[in-house]
């Protein structure tokens, strides 16, 4: 792993200002939060600056508001939730630069914390305007950045304030970074990859980019019965995208060139109809598929097997389900392979990282999230990391 300043290097800050880009994009219902566990990742990081003696101003962007004042998408919205999980007043900037941010440093006290707006109702932020990460950084004596999963956008607050500040990784950035090169940096192996999801297409860097750095791919979900059709397996009227046969052939070819074992479920579940417990359900061998039948998860045999593949691994990286988990008796492959998982990094004999919203609503379901390595609640800058594909935000972190 590249190595990039944390927290750990920086020498005395009492009075000094720090900018922290942490991650504020968060669900809202009628005015409130609804969910605060991206508020709750960046504590760590704006809590120790703040008990340093730091004045804390936190940048961060909220929904899409593409370079105009939008009222909905003021980031003074989120403030009382924000005060609610460090435990502290945060006074409101309207500003991300200029004077009055001049000001309300001015106003602060060491230790300190300040909210500054939104940053995407700037147009200079989304094109990286050295411009504007200047005049921010102008206000400020060095950067944090604590959002991962912003990472993968070169902005103005995501990649240029590190080209004009002296830059740091937060917590919450630096255990993500150690828990990605522990899984595919510099893995033990062998290395097992579960990739479910519905459509190949969606995931198609990521299975290309895997199948040359893991010893087992695990496909499941609707992708998986685009491979089976690749290979002449009648998947009857499954979701499937015939139309990537050759795709999905030349990742197998590759696998089997880098030495990578490709599982597919040999043993399916099948049902007439999406429904809850359908009388139609019925588990079957992948070639028995009838025609009116839909592949909706992978068998209790198959899962066992998956499962016996993990135990011969060290470390995992998982994104996606292996079947239509949101619906009974459908997760049942997922959560089996999950609690497999589970249990085995509990007895401290496989690394296992996942990532990406369902995936982590997936292993909630299961009740296993608490037992894996690590769980990175990051969805595009994970799936970009999967593809191995460098991230701006972390390459300019780079001492």
């Not at 009492?14 to 605060?36: E, F, H």
């Not at 409101?92 to 630069?97: C, G, K, L, R």
């Not at 791919?217 to 990537?244: P, Q, R, W, Y």
């Not at 470390?315 to 997760?331: C, K, R, S, Y």
């Amino acid at each position: 792993m590249s190595s990039f300043k944390t927290l750990d290097d920086l020498g005395d800050v009492n009075g000094k200002v720090a900018l922290v880009r942490v991650d504020l994009n968060l669900p809202m219902q009628d005015g409130s939060v609804t969910d605060d566990t991206r508020i709750r990742a960046a504590a760590p990081t704006v809590l120790e600056l703040s008990q340093k003696g730091a004045k804390v101003l936190l940048l961060a962007h909220f929904g899409r508001p593409k370079g105009e004042r939008v009222s909905t998408q003021s980031l003074s919205m989120v403030v009382g939730a924000v005060e609610k999980v460090l435990g502290k007043e945060v006074m409101f900037v309207p500003e991300i630069a200029g004077d009055i941010v001049k000001q309300s440093v001015g106003i602060l006290r060491p230790g300190d914390i300040a909210i500054l707006e939104n940053t995407r109702f700037w147009k200079g932020e989304e094109k990286n305007d050295p411009d504007l990460a200047k005049a921010m950084a102008e206000n400020a004596d060095f950067y944090v950045n604590d959002a991962f999963s912003a990472a993968h956008r070169a902005h103005a607050t995501t990649e240029g304030l590190a080209k004009v500040l002296p830059a740091y990784a937060g917590r919450s950035m630096e255990a993500e970074l150690k828990a990605l090169d522990a899984a595919l940096g510099k893995p033990v192996k062998p290395v097992a990859a579960v990739v479910g999801g519905a459509k190949v297409s969606s995931k198609l860097d990521v299975l290309t980019h895997l199948v040359t750095q893991v010893d087992h791919l695990i496909i499941g979900g609707g992708m998986a019965n685009t491979f089976l059709a690749a290979k002449g397996v009648n998947v009857g009227k499954s979701l499937c995208e015939h139309d990537l046969a050759d795709t999905a052939n030349k990742i197998l070819e590759t696998a089997d060139k880098s030495g990578c074992t490709v599982h597919l479920p040999y043993e399916v579940v099948v049902s007439k109809e999406f429904a809850a417990n359908p009388a139609s359900l019925r588990t079957c061998n992948v070639h028995e598929v009838a025609e009116d039948e839909m592949i909706l998860d992978a068998g209790p045999s198959a899962a066992e097997a998956l499962g016996d593949v993990l135990k011969t691994c060290k470390t995992l990286v998982w994104n996606g389900p292996l079947g239509a988990f949101e619906m009974q008796p459908f997760d049942a492959a997922t959560v089996a392979l999950a609690k497999t998982a589970a249990a085995l990094t509990h007895e401290g004999s496989l690394v296992s990282v996942a990532g990406g919203g369902d995936t982590v609503a997936a292993l909630n379901h299961a009740g296993v999230a608490q037992d894996f390595s690590y769980i990175s609640t990051a969805g595009g800058a994970f799936l970009e990391w999967m593809e191995g594909k460098e991230l701006p935000g972390v390459v300019a972190l780079e001492a």
